[in-house]
């Protein structure tokens, strides 16, 4: 499978505090991509990071990418009650037909 | 500037009845992606459609699923003869391009088998 797999599973931090998520995934890709989703409501579009970029930054966000683990990492600076969310990372496909979701991270940000 | 728009936002059916899910893509977007997602999941991609056209679904079961995207009307996701199994979020993305650029979400359509 190329499903890529979040870690941690879920994570609980106060206010304030940084949130680190992690992504693994299996193949080559173009380009990764970060999602957030609340509960039932559907997944929004965070930040695009290309194979030849190492590092992105977009407001509160840092993601960077190592090809050569096949790793990506999602920080989210200064963490506040409404990110709260599940994060989701996604690789596009060789034929850019269909995406690839992970288990996502469960965040829990605490006021 | 609506966004991607998916009905019903629940649905529920007996074991056996056929089950509906509509999306309308956002203004301007002409792919479609259809997605499932079980309880503490991520989304598993089931197809791809352009206007009129199927073009991947790699991820459909072979049976009692079906999707169309007419060139008029919203994208159709259809499920014959539904089981308990089939109960999950369903979720439509549009973009404007093939895979290079962020998908566009619908906030999903609950099914829930009786």
Known sequence: SQQGEEDPQALSIQEGENATMNCSYKTSINNLQWYRQNSGRGLVHLILIRSNEREKHSGRLRVTLDTSKKSSSLLITASRAADTASYFCATESNTGNQFYFGTGTSLTVIP | ?114
Request: charged fraction near 25%.
């Open chain 2, 1 to 114: 500037n609506a966004g991607v728009m998916q009905n019903p936002r629940h649905l529920v059916r007996r074991r056996g009845q056929e089950a509906r899910l509509r999306c309308s893509p956002m203004k301007g977007h002409s792919h479609v992606y259809w997605y499932r997602q079980l309880p503490e999941e991520g989304l598993k991609f089931m197809v791809y459609l352009q206007k009129e056209n199927i073009i991947d679904e790699s991820g459909m079961p072979k049976e009692r699923f079906s999707a169309e995207f007419p060139k008029e009307g919203p994208s159709i996701l259809r499920i014959q003869q539904v089981v308990r199994g089939d109960s999950a979020a369903y979720f439509c993305a549009s973009s404007p391009g093939n895979g290079k650029q962020p998908q566009h979400f619908g906030d999903g359509t609950r099914l829930s088998i009786l």
